[in-house]
């Protein structure tokens, strides 16, 4: 069983999103999502609209993913790899790169984003700021 892992934040969740877990799923038999912590988005300097369990609810209700756990730090990927018996990590292009040192412990691949939405888009779209 091919397991995959990817991260994020997934605040509004959004068809680019989807896409991207929609993806990562076909690239395994099983998908887990880390999910940054209301504490690391603040590290990340992101604030999200909705805070994690609402976040991490969301998450479990869609049908790609398998499984969603806490993301807290930048540090927890090789430990998660280990820990989640992961044979492929995935995330959108925007990271590129950011992450080959996990190559010593699993596939690495980086997949064009949705073009065209984002969260900060919504934001911005709908309340203009
Ligand atoms: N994404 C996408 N297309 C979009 C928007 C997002 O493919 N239009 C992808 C991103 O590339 C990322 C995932 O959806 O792989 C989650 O996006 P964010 O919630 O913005 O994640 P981010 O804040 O970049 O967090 O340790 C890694 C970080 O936690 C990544």
């Not at 896409?19 to 999910?35: N, P, S």
């Amino acid at each position: 069983m091919k397991r995959v892992i990817t991260y994020g934040t997934y605040d509004l969740l959004h068809y680019g999103h989807i896409e991207l877990l929609r993806r990562a799923r076909e690239h395994g038999d099983y998908l887990i999502v880390a999910l940054s912590t209301d504490e690391f988005n603040k590290i990340k300097n992101k604030k999200s609209y909705y805070n994690y369990e609402q976040r991490k609810m969301m998450l479990e209700s869609i049908r790609y993913v398998d499984l969603v756990i806490p993301e807290d730090g930048w540090g927890q990927k090789t430990k998660d790899v280990d820990k989640y018996d992961v044979d492929l990590f995935i995330m959108g292009h925007d990271w590129e790169g950011e992450f080959d040192e996990l190559k010593s412990q699993c596939e690495v691949i980086y997949v064009n984003r949705t073009e065209g939405i984002s969260t900060t888009q919504i934001k911005t779209e709908l309340y203009g700021n």
